[in-house]
């Protein structure tokens, strides 16, 4: 072996497409170093790219998806061409309102009776026939029953408690086709939330709660010692903002996000009176979630973690500090990562909106050897 021999980097997109806008980053790794070497985003207004769970039926038209999947993966190209990504690798992220999830209890049983076991509950608890849908699942709770070695005895395991993923077929297929397009190699397609999960707790021990405000849609995830346990999605968040200081200031919606990001919801202010309705409907679910969490496992939430572009809306942290008496901080997804100093600032400012991209790219780089 030459002294000189060139150092492994490895080399990896993540790709969020989310509905305000599309992000991708692109992370090395060299050894335990890893660093961002790119990064881009582009609006992709108009573009209704995902079948929700409610109209996924009426969105079924194949017209519909191809065109769609067109213009995703041509906008892949132009910003991948444009801002010079290197990488051909990617792992995509599906947002949550493209993902049921659920858990459920299992019997104590044998490591390898656990998947027929959750395929057989699954069809309880999913809206289309298994056939049509990609499983995935975790165990939350409990150990299952286990042989040390060849000839010893068997060690009793505990009742299981099963996260249960599952994607629609037809979103799976809708993703390879973009990243086919946009002559990406994907190598992984993961749910949102575990892209959160891996770029914002890291080694965080405890229950913490993760907030993802973005444009369409929140999601609210409690993880316990970087296991997720529960998620839930619904529709108020950053764009709803936007709408209400517009209709109620009668300004256009540009001038209307101006506010949004230059007052948010500072003490004292027009802006502040008029988000307070929609925070609130945003505290009442966290309060729900983290009530529910800590009554069926008697533990309370630590920690908060604000994700997503409405993460940034001023005074918006110390609010919900305030509100829930739980210490809440602001996502940095490139804390441990090697960045060029110079974009100290923007990256802080960007982080939060690029959690879910970093955490993808950082996905890859754990996968390639
Ligand atoms: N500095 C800021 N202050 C307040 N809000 C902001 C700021 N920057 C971005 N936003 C808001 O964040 C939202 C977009 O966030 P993000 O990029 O996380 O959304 P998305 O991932 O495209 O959407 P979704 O996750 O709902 O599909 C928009 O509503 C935007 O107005
Ligand atoms: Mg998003």
Redesign the pocket.
């Known amino acids: 072996m030459s002294l000189f021999a060139k150092k492994k980097i490895k080399n990896c997109l993540g790709v ?8 991708i980053v692109e992370l090395s790794q060299s050894k335990e170093i890893r660093r961002l070497e790119n990064y881009g ?1 582009i609006p ?1 207004e108009g573009i209704e790219l ?1 079948a929700s769970k409610d109209n996924f039926e009426s969105k079924k038209d194949s017209s519909f998806f191809s065109s769609t999947t067109k213009q995703i993966s041509k906008a892949i190209s132009v910003l991948t061409q444009e801002a010079n990504f290197g990488s051909k690798k990617a792992v995509f992220s599906i ?3 493209s993902t049921f999830f659920t858990s459920f209890d299992l019997p104590p049983m044998k490591e390898k009776e656990i998947p027929e076991a959750v395929k057989f509950q699954a069809a309880k608890y999913i809206p289309l026939p298994l056939s049509e849908m990609k499983i995935d699942w975790a165990i939350i709770e409990g150990i299952p029953c286990k042989k040390k070695g060849l000839f010893s005895k068997e060690i009793s395991g505990t009742k299981l408690n099963i996260l249960l993923v599952t994607v629609p077929n037809d979103v799976i297929f809708k993703y390879q086709e973009i990243a086919k397009m946009a002559g990406l190699e994907l190598l992984f397609l993961e749910a ?1 939330v575990f892209s959160l999960v891996r770029s914002l707790i890291r080694n965080n021990k405890g229950v913490i709660l993760l907030v ?8 609210c995830s409690v993880i316990e010692n970087g296991i997720l346990q529960s998620s839930h999605s619904f529709d108020i ?6 709408y209400a200081l517009s209709r109620s200031l009668n300004v256009d919606y540009n001038e209307a ?1 101006r506010l ?2 230059e007052i ?1 919801i500072r003490k004292g202010t027009k802006e502040e009176e008029i988000l307070y309705p929609l925070i609130g409907l945003i505290l009442r679910e966290i309060k729900k979630l983290s009530s529910q969490f800590s009554q069926s496992e008697g533990k309370k939430v630590s920690k908060i973690i604000l ?8 005074n ?1 942290e110390e609010y919900f500090s305030e509100q829930l008496g739980i210490k809440t901080i602001i996502a940095d997804p490139f804390l441990d990562i090697v960045c060029p100093p110079s974009l100290s600032e923007i990256l802080k ?1 960007m982080g ?2 690029y959690s ?1 991209a970093v955490g993808s790219a950082l996905k890859g780089l754990e996968s390639i050897v």
Do not use: M, Q, W, Y
Not at 212 to 219: A, F, L
Not at 237 to 242: I, R
């Open positions: 969020d497409i989310g509905t305000t806008s599309l992000k985003e992709v995902n947002p949550d309102f949102e993802d405000i973005g444009g369409r849609s929140t999601t968040s950053g764009n709803e903002f936007t996000e949004k990001r948010g994700a997503g572009g409405g993460a940034l809306t001023p918006l400012k939060p909106s879910i």
